[in-house]
C-alpha cells in the first residue's frame, strides 16, 4: 500500500511540471503523484507537446494522469483535487492524501505519515477569529458554504480556514468530506457564472473535517508540511528561508513556496543542484525526448537574474 497520494493540478509549462515530478520522487520517493491537467493547459509556452509530456511522466513509477480534464482559473482548484483523489482510489490502494501546488518544491525528504487523521487547522472558527481575513466578506456571502455546514448539522460558525499547500487528509476521510461537498457545490455549480469566487480549497474541506471532528474526534498534526512565505512579497520564500527549510529549522516543513515556473528560476535551480541532484536527469529526460539539449532560459517574465548552468555556483557564491 503506498503511504502519500500527493494531487497536483496543472495548467502551464510541462517542462517544469516535469521538473517537480523530479523533485517529489527524489525528497520522497515512496509517494504517489496524480496529476490534473487543466483542459485550458498552456501548451504555447511549453518546451514538450502534449505527446512528449505524457511519455516522460508516464515513465515515472506511481505519476498518474487524470484523463479527467477540468476548466480551471483563478480561486477554482477545488474539484481538481476531488477528481484527482476520485480517479485515483480506483486504481490504488494508499493511506493519505496530500494536496500540492505546480509552484511547490520539497527541500528536504520527508518520511512517511502515520498516526494522524489530517494535517489541517480545524480548530478555529474562521468567522469569529479572522474577520479581517482578505477572503472575508467573500466567504460570509458564499451561498454553498451556508447549504454546506447546514446540511452536516453545522453553522457558519464552524467555518474554519486551512492552507491548501501541505494539507493532508487520511484516504476514509477525505471521502467522506468530498461526498459531502459534492453534494452541495458539485462541479456543475462551479460554471454558474453568478457564484462568488474565492478559494474555497482552503475552506470547505477543513471546515467538513471540523464538523465531523465534534461526532468523532480526529487526531490532527500541525503545521502543514509545505512553507508559504506568507509575509514576503509576491509570497515567495528568500534564499536564506530556503535553505533553513532544507536544514530542518523549519518544524515539520519539507517543501517551500512559491518558487517561479521557470526552469531557469535562480531558486529552483539551487534546488535542484544544491540541495537535490536531480536537475541534470532533468535535462537528460528532456534530450531524450527532444532530441536536443533544453532551454534553461526560459522566463516569461524579466528576473533579477538570467544565466547558463555552467555559471551557477559562481553565481551561487556571489549572492
Not at 515513465?59 to 483563478?74: A, E, Q
Not at 515556473?261 to 525526448?289: A, C, H, K, S
Not at 533579477?304 to 551557477?312: A, L, Q
Request: with cysteine.
Amino acid at each position: 500500500m503506498i503511504n502519500l497520494v500527493i494531487s497536483l493540478p496543472v495548467h502551464e509549462k510541462a517542462e517544469v511540471v516535469i521538473d517537480q515530478i523530479l523533485n517529489i520522487k527524489h525528497f520522497c520517493p515512496t509517494c504517489a503523484i496524480v496529476l490534473h491537467i487543466s483542459s485550458s493547459f498552456n501548451w504555447k509556452d511549453s518546451q514538450l507537446t502534449e505527446e512528449e509530456f505524457l511519455s516522460v511522466a508516464q515513465s515515472f513509477d506511481n505519476v498518474f494522469v487524470n484523463p479527467t480534464r477540468l476548466n480551471t482559473g483563478w480561486a477554482e482548484i477545488i474539484h481538481t483535487h476531488i477528481a484527482n483523489f476520485e480517479y485515483v482510489s480506483k486504481i490504488i490502494d494508499f493511506e493519505y492524501f496530500a494536496m500540492s501546488a505546480s509552484n511547490e518544491l520539497f527541500v528536504r525528504p520527508m518520511p512517511p505519515i502515520s498516526d494522524c487523521d489530517l494535517c489541517a487547522h480545524i480548530r478555529t472558527s474562521y468567522i469569529v477569529s479572522l474577520k479581517s481575513d482578505y477572503w472575508y466578506e467573500k466567504v460570509i456571502k458564499d451561498e454553498y458554504i451556508y447549504k454546506l455546514v447546514d446540511y452536516l448539522g453545522g453553522t457558519i460558525d464552524d467555518a474554519v480556514k486551512s492552507q491548501i499547500e501541505g494539507t493532508f487528509y487520511r484516504k476514509e476521510l477525505f471521502k467522506r468530506i468530498i461526498d459531502a461537498i459534492n453534494q452541495i457545490y458539485s462541479y456543475e455549480a462551479t460554471l454558474n457564472k453568478d457564484r462568488i469566487r474565492y478559494p474555497r480549497e482552503e475552506f470547505y474541506f477543513s471546515t467538513v473535517a471540523r464538523i465531523l471532528n465534534k461526532t468523532t474526534p480526529l487526531k490532527a498534526r500541525q503545521p502543514n508540511y509545505t512553507f508559504v512565505a506568507w509575509g514576503n512579497k509576491n509570497f515567495m520564500p528568500t534564499h536564506e528561508q530556503i535553505i533553513e527549510a532544507s536544514q530542518g529549522k523549519m518544524d515539520g516543513r519539507y517543501s517551500v513556496k512559491r518558487v517561479l515556473r521557470n526552469l531557469d528560476d535562480p531558486e529552483r535551480t539551487f534546488i535542484g543542484t544544491q540541495i537535490g541532484n536531480y536537475r541534470e536527469r532533468l535535462i537528460d529526460l528532456m534530450i531524450n525526448v527532444k532530441g536536443d539539449y533544453p532551454n534553461l532560459v526560459h522566463s516569461k517574465f524579466a528576473d533579477d537574474f538570467s544565466f547558463d548552468m555552467n555559471n551557477y555556483i559562481t553565481y551561487q557564491s556571489n549572492r
